[in-house]
């Protein structure tokens, strides 16, 4: 596959409303491309976008910061590896996973949450992730029938709303997470059909309750 390595890259410069949109890296057809130690963010669009079958990039040790909408939007059944960056300073959440997408998410540093939704998958697993005021979106928040992420063995911390919001059939395990410093509650699961696994995770320190189940 082709690689890239030590780049700065940005998306969303002058031109048009619908050209201040558009992300800053985008990985589609197939591709296995691998990105490395790169600076990447966008004015108005989503940092990342990965898509479609098959495309399996590698982003390893990146900064992905700063843009008007997420950090990374996987979707259409797309894959990959996102490890060992940091993420943060987005309006919307910083990963993003949907439609059938399924990628390892793991040892990287996110600051304002990942959202899976639409039937996302996938594996986030190992990861520092916080959601801080303002926010008020869920550090981890899995809604939507057919949604079924693992997440696991991740520091949550730190969080303005709920730590880990599972909701509208959102499913999924939770397991062998830390849950701390949170100003909402550290789990919440609501509506009916919303059936996650919750266990072995430690969770301490919230200023509401620790687990909040209801319809």
């Known amino acids: 596959g082709v690689g890239g390595s030590g780049l700065t890259t940005g998306g969303g410069g002058g031109g048009?409303?619908?050209?201040?949109?558009?992300?800053?890296?985008v990985v589609c057809d197939g591709s296995d491309v691998e990105v490395e130690r790169c600076?990447?963010?966008?004015?108005?669009?989503?940092a990342v976008l990965v898509r479609d079958k098959v495309t399996e990039p590698q982003v390893l040790a990146c900064r992905v910061h700063g843009s008007g909408q997420g950090g990374f939007l996987f979707c259409n059944d797309?894959?990959?590896?996102?490890?060992?960056?940091?993420?943060?300073?987005?309006?919307?959440?910083?990963?993003?996973?949907?439609?059938?997408?399924?990628?390892?998410?793991?040892?990287?540093?996110?600051?304002?949450?990942?959202?899976?939704?639409k039937r996302g998958c996938g594996v986030v697993r190992d990861n520092d992730i916080s959601s801080p005021a303002p926010k008020k979106a869920a550090a981890v928040?899995?809604?939507?029938?057919?949604?079924?992420?693992?997440?696991?063995g991740n520091r949550i911390h730190h969080t303005h709303g709920v730590a880990a919001y599972f909701h509208l059939g959102g499913?999924?395990?939770?397991?062998?997470?830390?849950?701390?410093?949170?100003?909402?509650?550290c789990v919440e699961v609501a509506d009916p059909g919303t059936e996650p696994v919750v266990r072995d995770n430690v969770i301490s320190n919230g200023k509401s309750v620790g687990i909040r189940i209801h319809s």
């Open 171 to 185: 499913g999924g395990v939770l397991t062998g997470n830390t849950i701390t410093d949170t100003d909402a509650e």
């Open 141 to 152: 928040e899995v809604r939507d029938d057919g949604s079924s992420p693992k997440v696991t």
């Open 16 to 25: 048009s409303a619908a050209q201040h949109a558009q992300p800053a890296l």
């Open 39 to 46: 600076d990447i963010k966008s004015a108005a669009g989503v």
């Open 78 to 117: 797309s894959g990959g590896v996102l490890r060992g960056c940091v993420i943060r300073d987005h309006a919307m959440a910083a990963v993003n996973i949907t439609t059938g997408a399924a990628p390892e998410v793991s040892r990287n540093t996110i600051v304002g949450g990942v959202f899976v939704f």
